[in-house]
């Protein structure tokens, strides 16, 4: 069993900065990749930020510059978010990439946590 859990979202006025975590738990041999995404009501889920086990990271244009993903350590990442827009509001997922100790790759997502900008 692995249990992925996010924390840190919240109410921000524009141009705020906030700080999301994720951290993954349970039967891991490795993570891959772990990855942000996105999602507002009525749109498809957008990737916002990736890192890989190697520490290469990438983000979407629309974040590019405003957000940074880290790895605070072997089993969590941090999201931080500064300038943010009311279009930056939506439901936010963490997913894990990882293999398990029988060697099986999957892939685990977290509950969400809710970031809204206030204009």
């Known amino acids: 069993q692995v249990q992925v859990v996010e924390s840190g979202g919240g109410l921000v006025q524009a141009g705020g900065s906030l700080r999301l975590s994720c951290a993954a738990s349970?039967?891991?041999?490795?993570?891959?990749?772990m990855r942000w995404f996105r999602q507002v009501p009525g749109k498809q889920r957008e990737l916002v930020a990736t890192?890989?086990?190697?520490?290469?990271t990438n983000y979407a244009d629309s974040v590019k510059g405003r957000f940074t993903i880290s790895r605070d350590n072997a089993n969590t990442v941090d999201l931080q978010m500064n300038t943010l827009k009311p279009e930056d509001t939506a439901v936010y997922y963490c997913?894990?990439?990882?293999?398990?100790?029988?060697?099986?790759?999957?892939?685990?997502w977290g509950q969400g946590t809710q970031v809204t900008v206030s204009p």
């Open positions: 997913n894990a990439q990882i293999t398990n100790w029988d060697f099986s790759v999957n892939v685990y």
């Open positions: 349970g039967s891991i041999r490795s993570i891959n990749a």
């Open positions: 890192i890989t086990s190697g520490g290469s």
